[in-house]
């Protein structure tokens, strides 16, 4: 329907619509991603600390009971009931040195933090004092794999990525409809204008539901049609006149200027006298 130039425009319209929605996507789907992992960290810390939540009674009872010699008592039972699927268990006592584990990460444990929980090779880590804070008998870490958040955050990117392509073609096609309708009164302004370009004036193009300025401008090619139309016919008039006046104006000199170059040529050839030359 539109010439090479026009096709360009369409594409160009087309591609910064789409690319516009691409970059959309990409802001939301990263901010998506970034909240998506947070949470996901979050809760799987927070089922840590519940279940260190839940043995803390039994911890402060025995230490209250049997004092530093239960620690080792305690560590025991701490790791018997805190080990999962997926969770490991280290307990240290103050000095940092392991005393029940349920894993072999004792040989190297990830640093104390005052967080509510850190991430550590791969892992969610939560630590916490055991008996008082100020004079701790020792800590008990807990360790959770972060594979599995891994593999829900890489699903949920695949999928998003699926429905940002699929967004994206459907963003395309309907841009290209939507461009393509909103230029098509400028088909109309360019066939007007190659009509006035090859002489047609005075035709007015009409251009209905077309947006303001491509209403403007047809209107604008309209009434330079009707001037242009209006102005040839002074043309014609005022080139007709100046024939005229040069064809009257050449016949009134003819004559005059006949008789001079004869007089002329008799003074060259002195075939006249002093007086006649006078």
Same mark, same amino acid.
């Given at each position: 329907?539109?010439?090479?130039?026009?096709?360009?425009?369409?594409?160009?319209? !087309?591609?910064?619509?789409?690319?516009?929605? &691409?970059?959309?996507?990409?802001?939301?789907?990263? &901010?998506?991603?970034?909240? =998506?992992?947070?949470?996901?960290?979050?809760s799987?810390a927070?089922?840590?600390?519940?279940?260190?939540n #839940?043995?803390?009674?039994?911890?402060r009872?025995?230490?209250?009971?049997?004092?530093?010699a239960?620690?080792?008592?305690?560590?025991?039972?701490?790791?018997?009931? +805190?080990?999962?699927?997926g969770?490991?268990?280290?307990?240290?006592?103050?000095?940092?040195?392991p005393?029940a584990?349920?894993?072999?990460?004792?040989?190297? +444990?990830?640093?104390?933090?005052?967080a509510q929980?850190?991430i550590?090779?791969?892992?969610? #880590?939560?630590?916490r #004092?055991?008996?008082?804070?100020?004079?701790?008998?020792g800590?008990?870490?807990?360790l959770?794999?972060?594979?599995?958040i891994?593999g829900?955050?890489?699903?949920?990117?695949?999928?998003?990525?699926?429905? &940002?392509?699929?967004?994206? !073609? #459907?963003?395309?096609?309907?841009?290209?409809?939507?461009?393509?309708?909103?230029l098509?009164?400028l088909e109309? !302004?360019r066939?007007?204008?190659?009509?006035?370009a090859?002489?047609?004036?005075g035709?007015?193009?009409? !251009?209905?539901?077309?947006p303001?300025? =491509?209403?403007?401008?047809?209107?604008?090619?309209?009434?330079?049609?009707?001037?242009i139309?209006? +102005?040839?016919p002074?043309e014609? &008039?005022?080139?007709?006149?100046m024939?005229?006046?040069?064809?009257d104006?050449?016949?009134?000199?003819?004559?005059? +200027?006949?008789a001079?170059?004869?007089?002329l040529?008799?003074?060259?050839?002195?075939e006249?006298?002093?007086?006649?030359q006078?």
């Amino acid at each position: 329907m539109f010439g090479s130039a026009r096709r360009t425009l369409i594409g160009q319209l !087309i591609g910064r619509q789409v690319m516009l929605l &691409a970059i959309l996507l990409l802001v939301v789907g990263a &901010a998506q991603y970034l909240i =998506l992992r947070t949470v996901l960290l979050h809760s799987a810390a927070a089922t840590l600390q519940d279940e260190i939540n #839940v043995l803390t009674p039994i911890i402060r009872h025995t230490l209250a009971t049997r004092g530093i010699a239960g620690f080792g008592h305690i560590a025991s039972v701490l790791v018997s009931r +805190l080990k999962s699927p997926g969770v490991e268990v280290v307990i240290t006592n103050a000095a940092g040195h392991p005393v029940a584990w349920s894993s072999s990460l004792h040989a190297k +444990l990830p640093p104390l933090n005052n967080a509510q929980y850190f991430i550590w090779n791969h892992r969610v #880590v939560v630590n916490r #004092v055991i008996g008082n804070s100020y004079y701790p008998s020792g800590y008990v870490w807990l360790l959770s794999s972060t594979h599995a958040i891994r593999g829900i955050l890489r699903r949920d990117a695949e999928l998003f990525g699926l429905l &940002a392509l699929m967004s994206l !073609i #459907v963003a395309g096609w309907l841009s290209s409809l939507s461009v393509r309708q909103t230029l098509h009164p400028l088909e109309k !302004i360019r066939a007007a204008t190659q009509r006035i370009a090859s002489g047609e004036f005075g035709r007015t193009t009409r !251009i209905d539901n077309a947006p303001a300025e =491509l209403h403007d401008l047809g209107e604008s090619i309209d009434r330079m049609s009707e001037s242009i139309q209006t +102005l040839f016919p002074q043309e014609k &008039a005022l080139s007709d006149q100046m024939r005229q006046f040069v064809a009257d104006a050449s016949h009134e000199l003819r004559t005059p +200027l006949t008789a001079i170059t004869g007089f002329l040529d008799l003074m060259a050839r002195g075939e006249l006298t002093e007086e006649e030359q006078e």
